[in-house]
């Protein structure tokens, strides 16, 4: 998680460049390496920082994934459309336990590594023959610092006498510029936080995003632990009513948040020279935010307070269904919430860099959890 909230800053503003197609393939290629490495680690450290680069790999989809998204569809579609794609991703909390706890309990932690290499190996495959390019305009890293060097104007003259200390200046300070673009330019992701609408959505979805995985993480310390004593597998079954979660909302979250724009787009009478709707990314928070102020902090203190009674294992994993309901990290299409800066809301308010904008959801001021 630490490495999910720091490298879709740098997969996001590469995107904007390289084009969407290229990112996917350089990082699920990253992902089947560093996966294969973690299957194979002697020892912890080398674990970890194989699961960490692993996981920075896989993160590329959080941000450009939302960007492929702005890319194809409309403003008004995209609720509807991120709804649909997120039902891959909000698979794993879903999968992910139980798989992980059946190899584990069968075969070893190894094991698992093994099966994530062999399915970032298949998406690879997939992704280099299944899927197009879909940002309109890419150009190289190398034209783009070029460009900044020479400038838009600047004509070098076909004959011109020059120094060896002169062509060295110049290829160093083209390297350091490419040098820049690289590590330093896609920190400016960060500036889109001076925007009030981004920033107290981020802010929000930090805690919210912070709640979901420490409880999480209790699910499993809790029901392994007495009174429950449940094994890794059945532990890992206490996941599913999260995912029932999961998958009402991306089924349902994006086109109830879609309506409601629609809806205050017409309650204010806001038409084109066309007579199209005008849209406002605002519009998607209205009644839904409301109900997720009340609803999320209720259903985990619910969690928290059952759970800590020892009280029957079907009373505290009731409420975990309405903490993806209601919670926009979790899900960015929460039909009762949607101020997620991964969500199509954010992407609208910042057009101009769609990956961006979903990138600062991940950004370190939210916690890596």
């Not at 699920?28 to 970890?48: D, K, P, R």
């Not at 724009?261 to 005008?278: S, T």
């Not at 309405?322 to 809301?345: A, E, Q, R, V």
């Amino acid at each position: 998680m630490l490495s999910m909230s720091i490298f879709p800053l740098w997969w996001s503003s590469f995107s904007e460049t390289l084009g969407r197609r290229t990112i996917y393939l350089v990082s699920f290629a990253l992902f089947l390496l560093w996966n294969i490495l973690a299957a194979v680690s002697t020892n912890i450290a080398m674990l970890i920082v194989m699961r960490i680069l692993g996981g920075g790999a896989a993160a590329s989809v959080q941000a450009v994934g939302a960007g492929t998204i702005a890319d194809i569809w409309e403003v008004k579609e995209r609720g509807n459309a991120m709804g649909m794609f997120y039902l891959g991703p909000l698979c794993g909390p879903l999968l992910a336990p139980i798989i992980g706890g059946a190899l584990a309990q069968k075969l070893g932690w190894r094991s698992t590594q093994w099966f994530l290499a062999g399915y970032g190996g298949v998406l690879l495959v997939f992704l280099f023959f299944a899927l197009p390019e879909t940002l309109k305009a890419i150009k190289p890293i190398l034209d783009e610092v070029e460009d900044t060097t020479l400038g838009a104007s600047s004509k070098v003259p076909a004959l011109n006498r020059i120094s060896s200390r002169q062509i060295m200046k110049q290829k160093a300070k083209k390297w350091l510029k490419m040098a820049k673009r690289v590590f330093i330019d896609p920190l400016k992701i960060l500036l889109y936080l001076r925007f009030p609408a981004i920033a107290i959505t981020v802010y929000y979805a930090s805690i919210t995003f912070g709640s979901l995985y420490m409880l999480n993480i209790s699910l499993e310390t809790t029901f392994s632990k007495p009174p429950y004593n449940f094994s890794t597998i059945i532990v890992g079954l206490t996941y599913i009513p999260n995912s029932v979660g999961y998958f009402l909302t991306s089924l349902f979250g994006g086109r109830w948040t879609d309506a409601i724009m629609a809806r205050e787009a017409k309650k204010a009478g806001r038409y084109d020279a066309k007579g199209k709707l005008v849209y406002r990314p605002e519009d998607r928070m209205r009644e839904n935010a409301w109900i997720a102020a009340f609803l999320y902090p209720g259903a985990l203190i619910w969690y928290g307070w059952t759970a800590q009674k020892g009280i029957f294992w079907v009373v505290p994993v009731s409420p975990p269904p309405f903490t993806p309901l209601t919670n926009p990290p979790s899900n960015p299409h929460s039909p009762l919430s949607n101020p997620n800066p991964n969500n199509p809301g954010s992407r609208s308010s910042s057009p101009t860099s769609s990956s961006a904008s979903a990138a600062c959801s991940s950004s370190p001021w939210r916690p890596p959890c």
